[in-house]
C-alpha cells in the first residue's frame, strides 16, 4: 500500500495523468466538433410545400431545396394521377439538408379489376356494384323494353363489355336501359262497324287512345252507332305507342270493299232485259207486241243468213210483215 502512496508522489504519476487528462479533453473536443460538423448543427431548411403538385414540380422543388425524396403511391379513383396527396415531414418543418421528404402521388396508372355481372340489375342494384368495384357510371340510354330501369347492356369504350373483363379502376361504364314500354310502335286496330265502348276497348288493348268522336247528322241513338270512319286508318298500318285515334259513328258502318281479281277488273253480268247487241236466234212468233221506235226490232226476229244474200232479206221483210199484222 506503501509502494501505491509513494507511485502517487512521484513526478512520473503527475506526468501521466496530465497527459491523460489532455487527452480526454482533446477526444471530447473532437467529438464535439465532428458532431456538430456532421449533424450540420444551427443549419435548417424550411420543407417546401408539394402538396398538391404534381410528381414532377414537387421534384423539382425538393431538388431545389437540396432535399431527397421517397415516392410510394396509391390509388384514388376521383383524383388526377401523378398529384402529391401526403408529404412527410410537412410544409414549413425545418429539417437539415439532404433529409428525405416522403411523398404519397396518386398512381399513374390505374389497377384493373374484373367487370362484375350487373345484367338485368336495376339501375340501383347496378350502380351499388360498379361503386363497390371502382367504377363509375358514365351515360344512360334507354331502349324500348317492357322492363323498366333494368340493365339491358353495358358498354365501355362504345362497345358491350362481357363479364369478368378485365378494365381499369374508375373507368366509366355506359349503360342500356329499359323504358317500361315496350315497342314504340304499335299496329292501328280496324275500328269499322264497331261502337264505341267496343272501340274504347280495342284502344286500350293495343295502347292506344281514343281522340275526337264526331257523329254524322243521320244519328239519332248514339247508343245503336257504329264507326263508320277512323283516322288513322288500317292502311297506314303502324303508329306511335300512345297515339290518339279519331273516329266517326253513324247509323250504318260502310261495306267492306272486296279486291279485284289480280290482273282485271269486275264486269257486271248483263240483265235480262238489256238488248243484245248480236242478231237475236229467236223464233218469230205471232203473238209478239210490236217494239218502240227507239228500239231494235230484231229482238223477236229469227235468225238471218249474211246481209249480202238478198233471197234472206226479201223472206225477213215478209215475215216482219205478218208479225205486225199486215
Do not use: W
Request: glycine share 8%; proline share 7%.
Amino acid at each position: 500500500m506503501s509502494k501505491v502512496v509513494q507511485y502517487l508522489q512521484t513526478p512520473t504519476f503527475r506526468k501521466n495523468l496530465i497527459a491523460a487528462f489532455i487527452a480526454i479533453v482533446c477526444l471530447f473536443l473532437f467529438v464535439y466538433i465532428g458532431l456538430k460538423v456532421y449533424t450540420k448543427h444551427d443549419e435548417s431548411i424550411a420543407v417546401p410545400k408539394v402538396k398538391g403538385l404534381h410528381i414532377s414540380a414537387a421534384i423539382q422543388a425538393l431538388e431545389n431545396a437540396g432535399l431527397e425524396y421517397q415516392i410510394d403511391s396509391v390509388y384514388q379513383m376521383d383524383a388526377k394521377p401523378g398529384m402529391v396527396i401526403e408529404q412527410d415531414p410537412e410544409q414549413g418543418f425545418h429539417v437539415k439538408s439532404g433529409r428525405t421528404i416522403y411523398l404519397t402521388i396518386i398512381t399513374q396508372v390505374a389497377p384493373e379489376v374484373a367487370f362484375p355481372n350487373i345484367k338485368d340489375k336495376t339501375l340501383i342494384e347496378a350502380t351499388a356494384i360498379l361503386k363497390n368495384h371502382n367504377l363509375r357510371i358514365g351515360d344512360t340510354s334507354y331502349v324500348a323494353d317492357i322492363a323498366r330501369d333494368i340493365v339491358l347492356d353495358a358498354q365501355f369504350a362504345g362497345q358491350s363489355i362481357r363479364n369478368g373483363r378485365m378494365i381499369p379502376k374508375g373507368s366509366r361504364i355506359d349503360l342500356v336501359l329499359g323504358n317500361g314500354l315496350g315497342a314504340n310502335e304499335v299496329e292501328i286496330p280496324n275500328l269499322i262497324g264497331l261502337p264505341l265502348n267496343e272501340a274504347k276497348f280495342a284502344l286500350s288493348g293495343a295502347g292506344l287512345g281514343l281522340g275526337t268522336v264526331t257523329y254524322d247528322p243521320n244519328v239519332t241513338d248514339t247508343a245503336t252507332a257504329v264507326i263508320s270512319v277512323q283516322s288513322p286508318g288500317i292502311e297506314k298500318g303502324l303508329t306511335s305507342l300512345g297515339a290518339k285515334i279519331d273516329v266517326t259513328l253513324s247509323v250504318t258502318a260502310p261495306a267492306p270493299i272486296t279486291d279485284a281479281p289480280t290482273g282485271g277488273t269486275t264486269t257486271p253480268k248483263p240483265q235480262a232485259n238489256q238488248t243484245q247487241a248480236n242478231p237475236p236466234i229467236a223464233k218469230p212468233s205471232a203473238q209478239s207486241k210490236p217494239a218502240a221506235p227507239s228500239k231494235s226490232t230484231t229482238a223477236n226476229t229469227p235468225a238471218t243468213k249474211p246481209a249480202n244474200n238478198s233471197a234472206g232479206q226479201k223472206k225477213d221483210k215478209e215475215n216482219k210483215g205478218n208479225s205486225l199484222g199486215f
